[in-house]
């Protein structure tokens, strides 16, 4: 069954919300995503391979155990399912193979420097949750993309696996 994003209750504020988006126009797409499908082996391989990296610190620019930052952390799990990536987010977001819903073991960007562009990704989980790293002074954790935060900046999905 499909898991769509949940709008919060609009109430008598949708008047305000719709003229604010008229003002300012759709920043992002629509982070919609299916759990449903079986999964391959590559993808359950990528899954286990990225929950292994739970709790390793970030680090700019980490490719390995002592640190990664979210696009190495992507790089480093999908290398070891033998599929290659390109090393970050941004060149990521160009050259993968974008899909319109996302299922686990995918990647999700979002552009969180504030200039349009993908600046951040993680691996999609399934039941709306991403595994990803999420920044100085913090670990590889698993975050709610029912979070405003992630809602507002998502980009779009790649597939990289089969």
Excluded: K
Aim: charged share 20%.
């Amino acid at each position: 069954m499909p898991t769509n994003v949940r709008w919060p209750r609009l109430g008598c504020h949708a008047g305000w919300l719709l003229m604010l988006l008229a003002l300012v126009g759709c920043a992002g797409h629509d982070l919609a995503t299916r759990d449903a499908a079986p999964l391959s082996m590559d993808r359950a391989l990528i899954l286990a391979e990225a929950r292994q990296t739970l709790g390793t610190p970030y680090r700019y620019g980490g490719t390995s155990s002592r640190g990664l930052d979210c696009s190495g952390l992507v790089q480093r799990v999908y290398a070891r399912a033998g599929i290659r990536v390109p090393r970050t987010s941004r060149r990521q977001y160009q050259r993968l193979p974008r899909i319109e819903r996302a299922r686990p073991g995918d990647l999700l960007f979002f552009a969180t420097a504030g200039r349009g562009q993908a600046s951040h990704v993680g691996i999609y989980l399934g039941d709306g949750e991403m595994l990803h790293a999420p920044g100085r002074g913090r670990r590889v954790s698993i975050t709610s993309l029912s979070r405003d935060y992630w809602q507002e900046r998502f980009l779009g999905a790649a597939a990289p696996a089969p």
